[in-house]
């Protein structure tokens, strides 16, 4: 390393550090400030203290909807790991040059923008949809189902958005899945259930919980998908925030949820070190550790 | 060839990475002209050393001087020393004589000139027709010559090399090696070059440095490394040598003394002011032990052994001879296919002479 | 038997994730306004679609702001991945974690920080608001996806070079950059995609006087069925498919560096 200054590395360090301090770290550091200070109707906030922010989570009313948006990110992510695990399993039997094709028919329509997506689901769920059409016209039903505007909808929205997000991470680390082990596994007299349960569960386990990480706290957060699919019965913590930031200007309380919504994010990070740690090996989230 | 002119000087060089110290107070001097081989085992610092002169690392402590100047504070890209690394390091999308010319363009070299010596140096390493290929079209040996002649059409004071030939195979790195030479020769440039191989470091070097655990063993020419070594680690790096452990019995005179080691009596050539009863290794190598029959060595100085293995290694028969101490021998004999006795069983008895005089005695080390 | 079931499970998952997009792509030319049933071929949508004003506004801010976020975010998302890769500086820990974290932090989060700050600092939110949290979000993403791409190369190439004279811009310039220009090409991509996409922190950081296609779209919806948004939405999908080909025969092309 050389002492003389160095104007190159400056600025590349300097940019990017600057940059993610400023607009990263201090608006965090604002928003934890921001949930011990007092609301005020006319200028947001009052500089004083006051935990009332807090308090209002633990209004039942609202533990039922944190309850709520808890459990439908929780079916979300159940049901994504539910299609994703079997597909990346029958991805692997695929060639290898099938695979990528297979992953990058699946990845165009999450490059394209999910609120268009959410708005296609309208007719796709809606009572002339084209399920219920279907199902009609097959005879297993008389009358149209009410699907849309149900949290089934917001469910099936969510889910439909996010697979993608299960399916990569669990990709990544069941390629990384050394396949001699099962070959050695059976060799000793595994069979097929004893070969998923005792091997590749364990070992792509870091690939779930990141998997897992990656759907739920977005589906907590996707306020427009309860708002398009839900109508306004079946909110997400996404629509309470937004709600207070924008209609109810309840900005403590607001800034309190989303450090609520952090302390989740880290939580499930503990979860993921843990496993790869179990494991001993990376499941895909930070394919690039620094 | 080697001029008596001090190019490079390093004195007190010291390098330590967090607690491990890869450099300690290290004195080299390099002179104008030569070719100066680092060796040592992985580890001892020579990359380091190399890294330093180089200017990709700085020294802790120390002073590196070129030419009688200090060029510790010059940055890599300001000193007159180019490196040929292991990897080549060559530009991947750069076609082999923009991967030439890149150095001759940083140092702002006029155009004319650049051309010319960029197809000088393409016909030096003889890729004329390979200019404008890019480098995965390249054999190994082909990338190779590539990364010497952008080292060299720079005319750098110095040419580093860092274990340049590690990356090709056997046969390749025999021709590669006397390429290297004849370049040396032609070009007049001092080469440094760090290696762990010691065959290729006799083979090319004008001088070797031997380094371990980040301090100079031995500074010798190949031959003096090779027949005098200083000590243990020296002796048993360079090449296989077999090791009697044995003490003065007295001195004979200012140049030699008696040894008794494995029950014989030993009268061997040393320097070292050894006194009677001073313990010392006896070292002897291979190539330098003779076989007979128990009965035709009665009368001379001998040791007795069993055959232990017999390895025929084409140019070599080596025998492996267990003493009656204990202590295994190797010794390696030019096949003679004429005689009819040459081959040995195992388990024979064997009488093992040497030329006396080719002995290395060494003052005993407690390490083993 | 087990490869047709593989097979057959693979493309009712690719159906699922196409058949709401074809829906959507099909009634953009379907006569009928309310999409139910099929009446017929038409452009008529389109026509429309290029009539409303304000969509085209929208659509001409959201170019303004992806095209000028995307490169911003490429720019410093470069030189911070080269400085993670090249360099040891102090609070370098602090850095990787920074991008790490705003990288998984949910986007809500991430917008109401954002609006925290920038009511705090008293910055207008509009077109400059809308720009910084662009960036923001789109910066790791570039920056882990050339981190990566440097984190595969030799390295002693950048030594080579200084050691034949060039200063580290020069490193940077002629011998880094070209080496890994397919991964920033893409990380601009993905940050071009990311923030014509956005619906969540837009929503919270921008204001009345500056509307963008996506938040146009969510209050059209919202409403009720617009067979516009059907013809936009598949203008979009068309867009993202053609960019994210482009962006995967670059990466492609890595393979002959």
């Known amino acids: ?290 | 060839m080697t001029g008596c002119q001090p190019l490079l000087q390093l004195s007190g060089v010291s390098k330590t990475y967090a607690d491990n110290t890869v450099l300690d107070a290290l004195d080299l001097t390099i002179y104008d002209g030569e070719f100066l081989t680092l060796l040592g085992p992985s580890g001892c610092g020579k990359t380091t050393v190399l890294r330093i002169i180089a200017g990709f690392e700085k020294e802790d402590q120390g002073q590196v001087m070129l030419d009688e100047k200090d060029i510790s504070i010059l940055k890599a890209e300001h000193r007159p020393v180019n490196t040929v690394f292991q990897s080549y390091a060559l530009f991947p999308h750069m076609t082999v004589y923009d991967n030439i010319a890149f150095g001759l363009i940083m140092h702002k070299v006029p155009k004319a000139d650049i051309n010319e010596r960029v197809l000088e140096a393409l016909r030096m390493v003889r890729l004329e027709s390979f200019a404008q290929r890019k480098p995965h079209q390249l054999s190994g040996g082909q990338q190779q010559r590539v990364a010497i002649a952008r080292a060299v059409v720079n005319r750098p004071r110095l040419l580093l090399l860092d274990e340049s030939l590690s990356a090709l195979d056997y046969k390749l790195r025999q021709e590669m090696q006397i390429e290297l030479k004849r370049l040396q020769r032609q070009l007049n440039i001092t080469f440094v070059y760090v290696t762990h191989d010691q065959e290729e470091a006799l083979s090319m070097s004008d001088r070797i440095v031997v380094l371990n655990k980040g301090k100079v063993q031995q500074i010798g020419t190949p031959r003096e490394i090779y027949e005098t070594p200083v000590n243990l680690f020296v002796a048993r790096f360079i090449g296989e040598i077999n090791q009697f452990d044995g003490h003065v019995v007295r001195r004979i005179d200012d140049k030699h003394v008696e040894v008794v080691a494995e029950g014989a009596d030993w009268v061997v050539k040393t320097d070292y002011p050894f006194a009677a009863n001073d313990k010392v290794h006896v070292l002897l190598r291979p190539e330098d032990v003779r076989l007979t029959k128990p009965e035709l060595a009665a009368n001379t100085v001998h040791i007795e052994g069993h055959i232990h293995e017999c390895n025929y290694k084409g140019k070599t028969l080596d025998s492996y001879i267990r003493l009656s101490t204990g202590t295994k021998v190797i010794a390696s004999e030019f096949f003679d296919e004429d005689d009819p006795d040459f081959d040995y069983r195992l388990g024979q008895k064997v009488a093992l002479q040497w030329i006396t005089g080719w002995e290395v005695v060494l003052p005993y080390e407690q390490t083993i | ?257």
């Open chain 1, 1 to 290: 390393m050389n002492k003389q200054f160095n104007q190159f590395r400056f600025w590349a360090i300097g940019l990017a550090t600057s940059w993610l301090a400023l607009f990263v770290l201090v608006p965090s550091l604002m928003v934890l400030v921001t949930s011990f200070l007092t609301r005020d109707a006319d200028f947001l906030i009052q500089y004083k203290f006051s935990l009332e922010g807090w308090k209002s989570i633990f209004d039942p009313t609202f533990i039922s909807l944190l309850w709520d948006s808890l459990s439908m990110s929780m079916i979300t992510a159940v049901i994504c790991l539910a299609i994703a695990y079997p597909f990346v399993m029958c991805l692997m039997g695929l060639p290898q040059r099938w695979r990528g094709i297979v992953l990058f028919l699946l990845i165009v329509p999450f490059w394209t923008n999910s609120l268009v997506r959410i708005y296609a689901i309208q007719f796709l769920l809606g009572k002339k949809g084209l399920i219920n059409e279907t199902l009609q016209f097959v005879g297993l039903i008389d009358k149209p189902l009410d699907m849309l505007y149900s949290q089934f909808a917001v469910i099936f929205g969510l889910s439909y958005i996010l697979l993608p997000f299960m399916i990569l991470p669990i990709y990544s680390s069941m390629e990384r899945l050394d396949f001699k082990l099962l070959d050695a596994a059976k060799d000793l007299g595994a069979s097929a259930s004893q070969r998923l349960m005792r091997i590749t569960l364990p070992l792509t386990l870091p690939g779930i919980i990141a998997g897992c990480l990656m759907v739920v706290l977005p589906a907590m957060g996707m306020f427009f998908v309860a708002d398009l699919l839900g109508g306004s019965k079946h909110a997400l913590l996404g629509n309470v925030i937004k709600n207070q930031f924008i209609q109810t200007r309840d900005w403590p309380f607001g800034a309190a949820l989303s450090i609520l919504m952090i302390l989740l994010l880290s939580f499930m990070l503990w979860l993921y070190y843990r496993a790869t740690k179990m494991s001993n090996r990376e499941g895909g989230i930070n394919d690039s550790n620094f």
């Open chain 3, 1 to 257: 038997m087990i490869r047709i079931f593989r097979l057959g499970f693979i493309g009712l998952v690719l159906c699922y994730v196409y058949t709401p997009i074809f829906i959507l792509v099909v009634n953009s030319f379907n006569e009928s306004r309310y999409g139910n049933k099929w009446s017929g071929f038409t452009y008529k949508w389109y026509e429309k679609l290029f009539e409303n004003d304000s969509l085209m506004e929208a659509g001409w801010h959201t170019l303004q702001v992806g095209l000028t976020s995307a490169t911003a975010a490429t720019v410093i998302g470069t030189l911070a991945a080269v400085a993670l890769q090249r360099y040891r500086f102090y609070g370098k820990g602090a850095v990787s974690s920074l991008v790490f974290v705003s990288m998984l932090t949910p986007d809500i989060v991430m917008a109401i920080a954002l609006l925290i700050l920038f009511v705090t600092l008293g910055i207008e939110l509009g077109y400059i608001s809308l720009l910084i949290a662009h960036i923001t979000f789109c910066l790791p993403f570039v920056i882990i996806s050339v981190f990566s791409r440097l984190k595969g190369m030799d390295m002693s190439v950048t030594e080579a070079a200084r050691d034949l004279g060039a200063n580290e811009w020069q490193v940077f310039s002629k011998i880094i950059l070209p080496m890994i220009l397919p991964a920033v090409a893409s990380g601009w991509l993905l940050s071009f995609t990311l923030s014509i996409d956005d619906v969540i922190v837009s929503s919270f950081v921008t204001g009345p006087g500056y509307e963008i296609l996506p938040l146009k779209i969510y209050s059209m919806v919202r409403v009720g069925v617009s067979p516009e948004v059907n013809a936009i939405s598949t203008l979009l999908f068309v867009g993202s498919v053609v960019l994210i080909v482009i962006s995967q025969l670059l990466l492609r092309k890595k393979g002959n560096l």
